[in-house]
């Protein structure tokens, strides 16, 4: 045993590779050859989710349907939010320091001299602890890309793609057509590949032709149809009416919604799931930061939205509440996106800006993000403070008991927001 803490196994993996992200399955699947000796390898049902926005809500919703039945789950999603534990949840509940270090310990034992992204030890470390756990289910969040992405390593029973937009250009390519490629990659000969959107590039499905995946189309294979306070989801093996509304905020939810649901039927006949267990998952299914809300008088909501698709989904949900109230931004964002195209959906739905740098140097400074405001807000106010802690803090003072304060940019924007609320 290394006697590392978990803060020191963290800060390890973040050295022990030059680059953040370094995209290839060559050297996680060595590592991963060496721990399935080890550990027996997984042999439960597997489902990997990729796309650019709504893995993680979809994600979630699948974990809560196969619980509701009583089956045992092993999720990984990435990135947290506030704690490094919240990336692999066993039957819903966040791994614990001790587990998560015992798989460390694997897979630096493992790995010898082969270098691994904080990312890919991460993966690795998941892998490991489903090998030791045994869940009846096994579900994977693709952190970059697919085709390419570590938790690709697997031969996964079912592929979900939930949206395609311009993200991460510099590792995907610069058109739609190129990124759906990429992300077209976790898909399988002869296994089911669910697609959620209904704008896909052709490229997508020429992929899947092109494979011999049987591509799961919405409104061709399985349909959506919301109505008031409900919604219905149809497809060959199952109708199902008047479905909850999700708790998760947004149009784009039901979408997510219900490629979960398609996902769980390509597995009945190993993991059956009632109507009832996915009526109750929708019912139950949270998440932090998804337009999560953390404070009353004034309402305070944490999104993680930080590209161009979710600054448009992030619009959706605000024009139901323009009117009733000024709404109040609070924006901090990476220096590794632009800012333009990110607030041109949401330029026109606030009255105030507050705007900071985000704690760990990896975000605009104030003034560059009051600038650009100042130039495409029209009358906004912008307002530059220090800190997100600060800026919430300005925002509260600010706002009226009515008022409605969002506070979005990217999950460390969320983290360090959540933290200076102690929420």
Not at 369 to 396: D, T
Request: with cysteine; hydrophobic share 40%; net charge negative.
């Amino acid at each position: 045993m290394s006697g590392r803490t978990l803060a020191q196994w963290l800060e390890y993996q973040e050295q022990l590779h030059p680059d953040k992200i370094e995209l290839g399955l060559d050297r996680v699947k060595q590592v991963w050859e060496k721990m399935r000796s080890l550990c027996g390898g997984i042999s439960c049902p597997v489902i990997v989710v990729g796309g650019t926005n709504g893995k993680g809500s979809t994600v979630a919703y699948l974990e809560q349907f196969y619980l509701k039945c009583g089956w045992h789950t092993l999720a990984y999603t990435s990135p947290h939010v506030l704690d490094y534990n919240e990336r692999i949840r066993l039957d819903g509940f966040n791994i614990d320091d001790a587990a998560l270090m015992e798989a460390f310990e694997q897979v630096e034992g493992s790995r010898e001299t082969t270098r691994l992204t904080y990312f890919e030890f991460g993966t690795l470390a998941a892998l490991y602890i489903a090998c030791m756990r045994s869940p009846d289910v096994l579900i994977l969040e693709v952190g970059l890309g697919g085709r390419l992405d570590a938790v690709n390593i697997l031969q996964h029973d079912v592929a979900v793609i939930t949206s395609i937009a311009m993200d991460h250009m510099e590792w995907l390519g610069n058109d739609l057509s190129a990124i759906a490629i990429e992300k077209a990659g976790i898909a399988r000969q002869d296994r089911p590949l669910v697609i959620a959107d209904r704008d896909m590039p052709e490229s997508l499905y020429e992929h899947a032709r092109i494979i011999g995946a049987h591509d799961l189309r919405i409104d061709r294979d399985y349909t959506v149809q919301s109505q008031t306070g409900g919604w219905d989801y149809r497809s060959d093996l199952n109708s199902y009416h008047d479905l909850p509304m999700p708790c998760l905020a947004g149009s784009h939810q039901l979408n997510n919604a219900a490629a979960a649901i398609m996902a769980v039927e390509c597995l009945h006949d190993a993991l059956p799931v009632t109507e009832a267990c996915i009526r109750q998952g929708l019912s139950d299914t949270v998440l932090p930061g998804r337009f999560e809300q953390v404070a009353t008088d004034p309402a305070i909501y944490l999104d993680v939205a930080h590209n161009p698709a979710a600054a448009v989904e992030l619009h959706g949900i605000l024009q139901g509440l323009k009117g009733r109230c000024r709404l109040i931004a609070v924006f901090a964002m990476q220096s590794s996106r632009q800012v333009k195209p990110f607030i041109e959906p949401i330029i026109n739905d606030y009255n105030q800006w507050y705007v900071a740098p985000l704690a760990n140097g990896l975000g605009h400074n104030a003034s560059l993000l009051q600038s650009v405001l100042e130039e495409q807000a029209g009358g906004a106010s912008v307002c530059s403070c220090i800190s997100v802690s600060s800026a919430v803090h300005a925002a509260r003072e600010g706002a009226g008991k009515d008022d409605i304060i969002v506070v979005f940019g990217s999950f460390y924007t969320v983290a360090e927001a959540r933290a200076s609320m102690h929420v």
